[in-house]
């Protein structure tokens, strides 16, 4: 066996387990499961009725609705927070940015189910808002327990620090040299945000905004203890189905067509990729 | 060479995973002599946390107070496991195995409705209050079966009210049903299937209209037919109740309606008397919060224990029975988790859990609709939460 080759089987055995753990717990449920949505739960032969179900029935359309508005408001405006950080984080050397850059990451490190609780006693009707108000003799109700504002707003306290991240590694990438050379040439500071600065981070800001998409999509936590009873998000409607409903064949239709709404967004991803691939060679 | 050891490697991989799933607990075989007494009893637990944690003290109290036997707890969290604790036992009776571990089971009453309508009462032995002295005072039975079980606790949904708000505080459904109307937005029930509470209050409301007892424990779909008049009441409610940035708001989970109360935003809720009461106890809900009952009643059941006969350890189950009964152990109940006491509690300090010995667990009502139960929910889901 030549040296080539055993090189390269040495690379397989090392990709071997997680390749094959990916198979046995990714893969193959998704293959199950895809089948499973196209079973009549009655005869078990092929049937589109659970599909038909989730498109036709007027309370399920909402939910798809509602899913959809919470996760592009979520996606816009965490995306738009985060880059002006993003900005002020590379470009504002002061020790004021540097203790935002230091601080910014720590929600990430608050458990998902202890911040949205923080939130709760925060912002519900008879909440630390309320009390504060109520000092100087106003009842401030913000009505945003239950609704779709306090779940984007939680939405974003998970969603920015992620954002920023990338959208910060991907400002810092572009060197120093480039926008010295434009305000050297004469460009104003909006000139070269427009022309250089905006052009070179704009694959992070699609790729930040397709991470950020598909993770509310199937968001569970949050819309569980934050949200209304109807329209319901996607995760809690899959949720009744298979928990409550015992309808394991509408879940699985469920979960297909929750997989592929993030793939639309991955398939942007993909795109975004191979394109600066092309522009690199 | 490298390659044959690769697939080696993968192949030992692939053998250790399958060997994983394949292992399986093994009964392990008591082998004690005819006259001599096994010491290990195996107790079988499911529930909250809390449940955990009770168990967790009695078995090591009854460990301590004598030498013959050890309890030795196994206990599922409920909603983790794959298979629920019943589903095991039958799968184990069944499947014709005898001298398991399963020496000890505790059900709650619709657990116990369930295996006894899935392997019938001869799979546990039958017990003799003569070989159980503590139970001679316990007045409660199971809802079926009562020879095979013994209870030793109670647990109900009550009506849970602020009393710095509330004056006159309803006394039977109907004066709840005005009380609602003439305060919109004071009241609130969790999501049915995500809580008791809530669902022992739609179903109260919906059964209420039924009047055939049978109904009650019934999984029949034929009652399903009958529903329509209490759902036209949970509709006629729905304005009334709580509601939170301009529109009519269901909590999840009991704790989700309990919250609500505790904060002040609503005066009135179902909930379990053992969550508001061992809460209360702990501070982390005011004091003005107090509970009621009100005629005809939110549901309630008994905690039971029983002794399947695949199990290997009779005599010693029997024995831990006896201890859960005693004063001990029932006063511990009380304190850790406000559970309902089935014995006589003169001599016992009930200090802060002074409400419980109003709850009378012989009149709890019992509603078991088996699968029918998510045929409700779906209905309610799809006409009662969807009104906005």
């Known amino acids: 066996m030549s040296k080539e080759k055993k090189r390269m089987a040495f690379g397989y055995a090392l990709v071997m387990p997680a390749f094959l753990v990916v198979m046995l717990v990714v893969a193959w449920p998704i293959v199950t499961a895809v089948q499973k949505s196209f079973t009549d739960p009655e005869t078990g032969g092929f049937t589109f009725d659970n599909y038909l179900y989730f498109f036709t029935d007027p309370n399920q359309l909402k939910n798809i609705f509602f899913t959809m508005f919470v996760c592009f408001a979520t996606v816009a405006i965490a995306i738009v927070v985060a880059y002006l950080l993003a900005l002020y984080l590379r470009f504002v050397k002061s020790p004021v940015a540097r203790l935002i850059g230091n601080l910014y990451l720590i929600p990430r490190f608050v458990p998902s189910l202890v911040a949205v609780y923080a939130m709760i006693t925060i912002i519900r009707d008879s909440g630390l808002i309320n009390r504060i108000s109520l000092l100087f003799g106003a009842d401030v109700k913000l009505g945003m327990m239950y609704h779709a504002s306090g779940m984007i707003t939680m939405n974003l306290w998970f969603n920015i620090p992620f954002a920023a991240l990338m959208i910060t590694a991907g400002l810092g990438a572009i060197p120093d040299s480039i926008i010295e050379g434009a305000r050297d040439v004469g460009a104003t500071k909006w000139k070269t945000f427009t022309s250089m600065i905006l052009p070179l981070s704009y694959k992070d800001v699609v790729v930040a905004s397709t991470f950020v998409f598909m993770s509310n999509v199937g968001s569970f936590t949050t819309p569980y203890l934050m949200g209304g009873n109807a329209p319901k998000m996607l995760g809690i409607a899959l949720f009744d189905q298979f928990n409550k409903y015992l309808r394991y064949e509408r879940a699985a239709a469920l979960s297909v067509i929750m997989f592929l709404i993030c793939s639309v967004s991955a398939a942007v991803y993909i795109y975004t990729n191979l394109k600066e691939k092309d522009w690199e060679h | ?388």
């Not at chain 2, 096994?38 to 107070?65: C, P, Q, Y």
């Not at chain 2, 309630?300 to 224990?305: A, D, E």
């Open chain 2, 1 to 388: 060479m490298k390659k044959l050891f690769a697939l080696l490697l993968t192949l030992a991989m692939v053998l250790s995973l399958a060997a994983c799933g394949g292992k399986k607990e093994e009964a392990p075989a008591q082998s004690g002599g005819e006259s001599e007494v096994i010491k290990e009893v195996n107790l079988w637990a499911t529930g909250s946390d809390n449940v955990r944690e009770i168990f967790e003290t009695l078995t090591e109290k009854f460990n301590a107070s004598q030498d013959t036997y050890e309890v030795k707890l196994n206990f599922m969290l409920s909603g983790t496991g794959t298979q629920t604790m019943v589903d095991m036992i039958v799968a184990a009776q069944k499947a014709g195995q005898t001298n398991t571990d399963y020496d000890l089971v505790d059900f709650s009453g619709d657990d116990w409705s369930k295996i006894i309508a899935l392997v019938g009462e001869e799979a546990f032995h039958k017990i003799d209050a003569s070989e159980i002295p503590n139970a001679a005072s316990v007045e409660a039975k199971c809802a079926v079966s009562p020879e095979y079980s013994q209870p030793y606790r109670g647990t109900t949904v009550i009506l849970a009210y602020n009393a710095d708000k509330v004056d006159n505080v309803p006394t039977t459904y109907e004066e709840l049903k005005t009380w609602i109307k003439e305060h919109p937005g004071r009241f609130a029930y969790n999501t049915p299937g995500t809580g008791g509470a809530g669902d022992s209050f739609v179903r109260t409301s919906v059964y209420n209209f039924i009047d055939d007892e049978a109904a009650m424990t019934s999984a029949d779909a034929k009652w399903a037919e009958q529903w329509d008049e209490g759902f036209a009441l949970l509709e006629e409610l729905h304005p009334y109740m709580y509601q939170s940035g301009g529109s009519i708001v269901y909590p999840n989970k009991n704790q989700g309606t309990l919250d609500l109360l505790a904060q002040g935003e609503i005066d009135m809720c179902p909930n379990w008397a053992d969550m508001v009461l061992s809460q209360r106890a702990a501070g982390s809900i005011p004091d003005s919060i107090k509970i009621t009952t009100i005629q005809p009643s939110f549901t309630g059941s008994v905690q039971s224990l029983s002794i399947p006969t695949i199990g290997s350890n009779p005599e010693g189950a029997k024995a831990f029975i006896d201890y859960m009964l005693s004063e001990e152990a029932q006063s511990l109940l009380v304190t850790q988790m406000a559970a309902i006491p089935l014995v006589d509690t003169a001599n016992m300090d009930m200090t802060g859990y002074e409400d419980l010995q109003t709850l009378d667990v012989s009149n709890f009502r019992i509603l078991s609709i088996g699968d029918l139960s998510t045929t409700f929910n779906e209905r309610w889901d799809n006409e009662i939460a969807t009104l906005g």
